[in-house]
């Protein structure tokens, strides 16, 4: 079992910045691949950036060159950096772990994301 917790969403104005954080806590050392996902209102969920351990991220188009994904292991936690965002960015920030031995597929509670002058 892995149990995330995300952080770090809120209001902030078109052009600025805010970091979401995700700590894993439960069984983290099972956990091979983390990633954030978004939704907004009205549209299915969908990828932001992932990665799989040992491999490079992966960035949804729309974010690319604004977002970095990254994660400090002794902490168990990963972070969605998000730079120059825009009102299209607004949704509710989901974070996501995928485990092996056992295998699993995990979701944080999720954080509010809203881009508005």
């Known amino acids: 079992q892995v149990q995330l917790v995300e952080s770090g969403g809120g209001l902030v104005q078109p052009g600025g910045s805010l970091r979401l954080s995700c700590a894993a806590s439960?069984?983290?050392?099972?956990?091979?691949?983390m990633g954030w996902y978004r939704q907004a209102p009205g549209k299915q969920r969908g990828l932001v950036a992932r990665f799989i351990i040992g491999s490079r991220p992966t960035y949804a188009d729309s974010v690319k060159g604004r977002f970095t994904i990254s994660r400090d292991n002794a902490k168990n936690t990963v972070y969605l950096q998000m730079n120059s965002l825009k009102p299209e960015d607004t949704a509710v920030y989901y974070c996501n772990a995928g485990t092996k031995l056992p295998a699993g597929d995990y979701w944080g509670q999720g954080t509010q994301v809203t881009v508005s002058s």
């Open positions: 439960g069984s983290p050392f099972s956990i091979y691949a």
